[in-house]
Structure formats: structure tokens, C-alpha cells
């Protein structure tokens, strides 16, 4: 976890007891109630009790003691510059399917950090392996209650797991879970099912395993494998396909039907990418009862798809003349046409294209919308504008192809750079069906 380091003071907030005792950006947080503050989540610990001596270093170097009386609840309003100063947990793993060992070289440096951090699980929802725990970290998990944590599983079989893995440690997975069960930590897992590794019988029985730990696991993510044309293995295994999917989509459904009648609950649930490669229909949102998953893509089209329906509505009859284009991935193709049509046969001086842009970056077995880059949409925007020519056309970037905050592609190719170069009106939409009606429209809706 990299070396030691103490919490520094990036912002204090306006009238918050941090601002009333004198603490300023800049100060350095040494202790509370006599333990040192390591990282942000000690520092929630610590400061959920009444009464708090506070040792903190000013920028000028003296030392303040404080003293600092609140309730539990209350927030001492305190920012920091790291949450993580000794710097977090990498990945001890090298797994066979390991989407980062499959990126080409030259891309934003912060893609190939292999992050697998049990602090960053529970507080923003990462998977994580389990596998560079020390017994001090599973003790810290019990102690603070650090509950959920999100589990990448991907199979029970103590053998198979080490080896998809390529880490001996991976084989303990049922003590780690029988661990946390006794701790008292609930948990959702993932299997990311990698064909010929560990679909079939092998999933059924991961999937079965791990209901025996309900209601400690809580929920279970089935993802496909992604595969990119960087695979450099010599055996490699193949990205899920129409067949593929069907055979998962029946086994899983056959399962939940089980785990349905035992626990009231489907227990396990399967990402979208599934259902649309088998071509099959995607449940109701009953079926995702309160959307454990929807951070692993689980559940997200069809949250989609029931908002679109419901802001239908709310649609003007009659707009100006607007000519747009939406930009997405393969696999939503057939989806957004649909939902693009709809869209033209209800008002009136609207064209709504779909530009299905093939990634040719990644492979072209990577067809999902946040994995597109700069430089193939721009080819896929000029080619289409050549066949359109005389329009003006706007054309919709769905957010989640930028790196959250800012307006890069994953090639770090700027909003701003895709239109000099295409000279193309671009304009980019929240990722969901409100996002694409008003940037359809050119005015807000619902």
C-alpha cells in the first residue's frame, strides 16, 4: 500500500466547527484521540465519537492540541488533498482475462493502474480480489464494519480460481467469505464469465456456492468477458457470442427461479450485454428488484428504456427543423434506432440518426458505447458526413464515453479535438434517455 503518510487539509468549510477551532488548508491531521490517522476512513472512525483530541500540524510548523466536543453524527467539516497518502493497494493478481493487460501502450497513464483496494471497495463500490489482504487488513474490515465490499469471485473452485487468477492466494475464497459472513459484512460478487474457463457447470456451481452464503452475499453480477485485439495469450478464450449468451441466459434464469422460491430473491442477475447479444428481451424492472448491480452494467437498459417510455409524454408535436446524430456502440445499435424512430414519428421536423460507430481501436469485439475512442468516431463522423452532405447536423456524445469530469476519450483525444478535426457540431449528452430526448430536441425535457 505504498509508505506512510498523514492527512492533509485541502478546504475547511464555512462555519463548520473545523473553521471554529482554527483549522486551515494546509494543516496536517496527526492524531485523533491519541491514533494516527492513516487514511480517510480512520478518520471517519475516529471522528464519530462525542469527545475528540485532535493533534494537527500548521503549515508554519508548530503543533495545536484541540479539543473538540459535537454530536457522534456531526461532520467537523474537513476536506482533504488524499484520502490515501500512503497510497492505495495494487493488484497482486495477474488474471487470464485482465482487461488492463489487454490495452495497448500509449494511452492516459491512469488506465493501467490495476487498483485493488479494499478501502476503495467499500467506500466507492470497486471490486476488488481479496487476495492482498494481510491479517491486520481483515481485522481492520471487521472492526470498522466496512460493509458492503464488492467481491470479483468469478468462480468458487478453489484450483480453477487460482488459476484463472494466476495467484496461488486466490484459492481461499470460501474461508474469505466464511470470514466475513462471521464478521458480520455483506457482499456483491461478480463473476465475469470468460467462455470454456468458467461458464456451464462451473458457473452453476459458483452460483450455487455462493448462495449458501445468503443473505452475507447479497447479490451476484454474471459479466461477459471483454476481449480486445491486444489478447496476448497463448491459449486465449473468446469473447461470449450469441450461443454463449442463450446457453447463460437459461442456466442463470433456471437458477433464479431456485434461489426465488428459497429466499424471495433472484439472487443472481445478469448484465444487459447478455440479453442483447442472445437477442432476447430484457426483463422488467421488477426482475432487478432494487438494482444491487446497476454500477456493473446490470439493470442500466433497462432503467433506460422504462425512462424513455415515460418522457414520451412529455414530447412537443412540432419542432424548427433539427437534423442529429446519435453516437453509439455496437451493441446498442438495434436499441437506439428503435428508440430514435420513435422519437422522429412523434415530432415533427426532427431527424434523429444512429451512428453505430465499430471499434476498431479495441477490436471489433468490444461494442459497448464507454469503451469507443476519439479517433474512431471521428472516422465514423466524417465518413457519415460525406454521404450527408449539405445538412447541418448535431451530433449527441453520450458522457460516459469521457473520462468522468473532464471531455477526454479513453486515446485522450478532447471533445474539442474531435471537432477540429471533423469539423462537426458536437455536443455531449448525459447518459440516459433524458440526455438523449432534449440533445435530440435542443430543449430540455422532463
Known amino acids: 500500500m505504498g509508505g506512510g503518510g498523514l492527512l492533509t487539509v485541502k478546504d475547511v468549510e464555512p462555519q463548520s466547527i473545523a473553521e471554529e477551532v482554527g483549522i486551515e488548508p494546509g494543516d496536517i491531521l496527526i492524531s485523533i484521540n491519541g491514533s494516527q490517522v492513516k487514511d480517510i476512513i480512520d478518520y471517519y472512525y475516529l471522528t464519530s465519537e462525542e469527545l475528540l483530541d485532535i493533534e494537527i500540524k500548521k503549515s508554519t510548523g508548530s503543533i495545536w492540541a484541540l479539543e473538540i466536543e459535537k454530536d457522534p453524527d456531526e461532520d467537523l467539516g474537513l476536506k482533504f488533498k488524499n484520502h490515501f497518502p500512503g497510497g492505495i493497494r495494487r493488484c497482486s493478481n495477474n488474471c487470464i482475462f485482465c482487461f488492463i493487460n489487454q490495452l495497448p501502450p500509449g494511452m492516459r497513464k491512469s488506465l493501467y493502474i490495476k487498483d485493488d483496494d479494499y478501502r476503495h471497495s467499500f467506500l466507492y463500490g470497486n471490486y476488488i480480489s481479496l487476495t492482498n489482504l494481510k491479517q491486520e487488513d481483515w481485522e481492520r474490515i471487521a472492526k470498522f464494519k466496512l460493509s458492503p465490499l464488492y467481491v470479483s469471485v468469478h468462480t468458487t473452485n478453489p484450483r480453477l480460481r487460482a488459476k484463472m487468477m494466476r495467484n496461488p492466494a486466490a484459492s481461499k475464497i470460501m474461508g474469505q467469505l466464511s470470514y466475513l459472513r462471521e464478521a458480520g459484512i455483506a457482499v456483491h460478487a461478480q463473476v465475469v464469465l470468460c467462455p470454456g474457463v468458467n461458464d456451464g457447470m462451473q458457473l452453476e456451481r459458483t452460483l450455487r456456492d455462493l448462495f449458501t452464503f445468503w443473505p452475507t ?181 453520450p458522457s460516459v464515453m469521457l473520462k468522468g469530469g473532464k471531455s477526454l476519450f479513453l486515446d485522450g483525444m478532447s471533445v474539442k479535438d474531435l471537432h477540429q478535426v471533423t469539423g462537426a457540431v458536437i455536443k455531449v449528452v448525459e447518459n440516459s434517455a433524458s440526455g438523449l430526448i432534449s440533445g435530440a430536441l435542443g430543449q430540455e425535457v422532463g
Open 217 to 397: 452475499v447479497l447479490s451476484v453480477a454474471v459479466v461477459p468477458v471483454g476481449v480486445t485485439k491486444y489478447q496476448k495469450y497463448e491459449s486465449p478464450f473468446f469473447p461470449v457470442n450469441k450461443e454463449k449468451a442463450r446457453e447463460t441466459v437459461e442456466l442463470v434464469e433456471q437458477l433464479q427461479k431456485e434461489f426465488k422460491k428459497t429466499a424471495g430473491t433472484n439472487f443472481v442477475f445478469l448484465a444487459d450485454e447478455f440479453y442483447l447479444k442472445a437477442d432476447k428481451t430484457l426483463p422488467p424492472a421488477e426482475y432487478y428488484e432494487d438494482f444491487p448491480q446497476i454500477e456493473n452494467g446490470v439493470g442500466l437498459v433497462r432503467i433506460f428504456l422504462d425512462d424513455f417510455k415515460k418522457l414520451l409524454k412529455k414530447l412537443p408535436s412540432l419542432i424548427n427543423e433539427r437534423n442529429t446524430a446519435v453516437i453509439t456502440g455496437k451493441a446498442m445499435e438495434s436499441i437506439m434506432k428503435e428508440l430514435c424512430a420513435e422519437l422522429e414519428n412523434r415530432v415533427r421536423g426532427l431527424t434523429a440518426d444512429v451512428l453505430a460507430v465499430e471499434n476498431r481501436f479495441f477490436g471489433t469485439t468490444v461494442d459497448v458505447v464507454g469503451l469507443l475512442t476519439g479517433r474512431d468516431i471521428a472516422a465514423a463522423v466524417k465518413e457519415y458526413l460525406d454521404n450527408k452532405r449539405g445538412k447541418d447536423i448535431v451530433f449527441l456524445i
